[in-house]
C-alpha cells in the first residue's frame, strides 16, 4: 500500500493487517518507524480527532510534522494560488501528505500531481477512509467479531464521507445495514446502486425504534448543515434514553463525532456509548497506516 485515498482501492486483506497492526499499537508497541521523516498534515478544513490523532501518531512513530489547519492561513486561501499549485509546492517539502479538503476528489487529485504518498484525511462528502479502518477497528474491538455484523446508521447518510467510506467496507464482512434518515437525507441513488451491485443488504427506516433491537451497533452521524442549504426537521430521528430499553446486550453506540442534538449527552454514561473510545481507536489505526505506508519504505 502507498496511498489510502479511497476504502475501494484496499482488499479484505489489507483491511485485516492495519486491524491487526492496530490492536498491537493499542496493547502498547512502540516503533520509531518514521524517524527523521517529515509529514505534511494539510488541512483545508476543519478538524479535531483526525488531524490531532494524526499528528500524534507520527510524533510517536519518531516523525515530525509540518503543515496547518487553517487554509485562509496559506497562500491559497489568501492569494488565490491553485490547490494543484500549492500541493505540488508542498511535495519537495515533505515525505507524505496528509490532506483534508472540502471538495470531492481533492485527495485523488493530490495523488495525481505528488510523487509523495498521499492520505485522504476527508475530501468533501466523498471519502474518509482512515476514519472507515478505526470504526472496522472499533465494531471488532466492541464485538470481539467483525463478521456478520447488524448495523443501523442513523443521521445524514447524504453528505457524511464516514459513512460513504464504511458502506464500502461493508461488502468484505458480511456486514447487514440499516439506514435512518429522512428522506432529503438519504444515500444517493448511484450508492446505492452500487452498494446492491456489491450485494450488500440494505434496508431503510423512518425511526431508530423500528430496527434497534435487532442491532449490534447504531452508528450515529450528524447533520452536515455545512453541506446544504436547505433546513430539514431531524427531531424524530434523535436518540433517547427510552430507545435503549430493548437493545441487545453487545449493543454499542459508534459514532464518527463531532456530535449535535442527534446523540445527547445523557447517553454517554449508559454501558452502550462507546464513541470516546471509538476517537482513541483512531490513534491506533492511524499509527498503524502511517507505519504501513511509510515505515518500511523509508527505513
Ligand atoms: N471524525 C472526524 O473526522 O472528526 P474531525 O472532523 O474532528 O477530524
Given at each position: 500500500?502507498?496511498?489510502?485515498?479511497?476504502?475501494?482501492?484496499?482488499?479484505?486483506?489489507?483491511?485485516?493487517?492495519?486491524?491487526?497492526?492496530?490492536?498491537?499499537?493499542?496493547?502498547?508497541?512502540?516503533?520509531?518507524?518514521?524517524?527523521?521523516?517529515?509529514?505534511?498534515?494539510?488541512?483545508?478544513?476543519?478538524?479535531?480527532?483526525?488531524?490531532?490523532?494524526?499528528e500524534?501518531?507520527?510524533?510517536?512513530?519518531?516523525?515530525?510534522?509540518?503543515?496547518f489547519?487553517?487554509?485562509?492561513?496559506?497562500?491559497?486561501?489568501?492569494?488565490?494560488e491553485?490547490?494543484?499549485?500549492?500541493?505540488?509546492?508542498?511535495?519537495?517539502?515533505?515525505?507524505?501528505?496528509?490532506?483534508?479538503?472540502p471538495?470531492?476528489g481533492?485527495?485523488r487529485?493530490a495523488?495525481?500531481?505528488?510523487?509523495?504518498?498521499?492520505i485522504?484525511?476527508?475530501?468533501?462528502?466523498?471519502?474518509?477512509?482512515?476514519?472507515?479502518?478505526?470504526?472496522?477497528?472499533?465494531?471488532?474491538?466492541?464485538?470481539?467479531?467483525?463478521?456478520?455484523?447488524?448495523?443501523?446508521?442513523?443521521?445524514?447518510?447524504?453528505?457524511?464521507?464516514?459513512?460513504?467510506s464504511?458502506?464500502?467496507?461493508?461488502?468484505?464482512?458480511?456486514?447487514?445495514?440499516?439506514f435512518?434518515?429522512?428522506?432529503?437525507?438519504?444515500?444517493?441513488?448511484?450508492?446505492?446502486?452500487?452498494?446492491?451491485?456489491?450485494?450488500?443488504?440494505?434496508?431503510?427506516?423512518?425511526?431508530?425504534?423500528e430496527?434497534?433491537?435487532?442491532?449490534?451497533?447504531?452508528?450515529i452521524?450528524?447533520?452536515?448543515?455545512?453541506?446544504?442549504?436547505?433546513?430539514?426537521?431531524?427531531?424524530?430521528?434523535?436518540?433517547?434514553?427510552?430507545?435503549?430499553?430493548?437493545?441487545?446486550?453487545?449493543?454499542?453506540?459508534?459514532?464518527?463525532?463531532?456530535?449535535?442534538?442527534?446523540?445527547?449527552?445523557?447517553?454517554?454514561?449508559?454501558?452502550?456509548?462507546?464513541?470516546?473510545?471509538?476517537?482513541?481507536?483512531?490513534?491506533?489505526?492511524?499509527?498503524?497506516?502511517?507505519?504501513?505506508?511509510?515505515?518500511?519504505?523509508?527505513?
Open positions: 500500500m502507498n496511498n489510502l485515498i479511497s476504502i475501494a482501492d484496499l482488499s479484505k486483506q489489507n483491511i485485516l493487517d492495519i486491524l491487526a497492526l492496530a490492536k498491537q499499537f493499542k496493547n502498547g508497541l512502540k516503533k520509531r518507524s518514521l524517524e527523521g521523516k517529515v509529514i505534511a498534515s494539510c488541512f483545508f478544513e476543519a478538524s479535531t480527532r483526525t488531524r490531532l490523532s494524526f500524534s501518531a507520527i510524533l510517536k512513530l519518531g516523525g515530525g510534522v509540518i503543515g489547519a487553517d487554509s485562509d492561513s496559506t497562500s491559497h486561501g489568501a492569494k488565490g491553485s490547490l494543484v499549485d500549492t500541493l505540488k509546492v508542498i511535495n519537495g517539502y515533505a515525505d507524505a501528505l496528509i490532506i483534508r479538503h471538495l470531492d481533492a485527495a487529485l495523488q495525481s500531481v505528488c510523487s509523495i504518498p498521499v485522504n484525511a476527508g475530501d468533501g462528502a466523498n471519502q474518509h477512509p482512515s476514519q472507515t479502518l478505526l470504526d472496522l477497528f472499533s465494531i471488532q474491538d466492541s464485538q470481539n467479531k467483525i463478521e456478520n455484523i447488524s448495523i443501523g446508521l442513523l443521521g445524514d447518510l447524504k453528505h457524511g464521507r464516514t459513512i460513504h464504511l458502506v464500502e467496507a461493508a461488502k468484505f464482512f458480511n456486514i447487514q445495514l440499516y435512518i434518515a429522512p428522506k432529503e437525507l438519504r444515500m444517493n441513488e448511484n450508492k446505492l446502486f452500487q452498494l446492491k451491485t456489491s450485494g450488500i443488504q440494505y434496508s431503510f427506516h423512518n425511526s431508530v425504534d430496527v434497534i433491537h435487532k442491532l449490534d451497533c447504531l452508528y452521524i450528524r447533520i452536515q448543515k455545512e453541506r446544504f442549504d436547505e433546513s430539514i426537521s431531524f427531531d424524530k430521528y434523535k436518540l433517547n434514553l427510552k430507545s435503549l430499553q430493548n437493545v441487545k446486550s453487545n449493543f454499542k453506540i459508534l459514532s464518527p463525532l463531532p456530535r449535535l442534538e442527534e446523540l445527547p449527552v445523557e447517553i454517554d454514561a449508559t454501558p452502550y456509548a462507546y464513541y470516546f473510545q471509538q476517537a482513541q481507536n483512531g490513534l491506533y489505526i492511524r499509527q498503524a497506516l502511517l507505519d504501513m505506508i511509510l515505515g518500511d519504505k523509508l527505513n
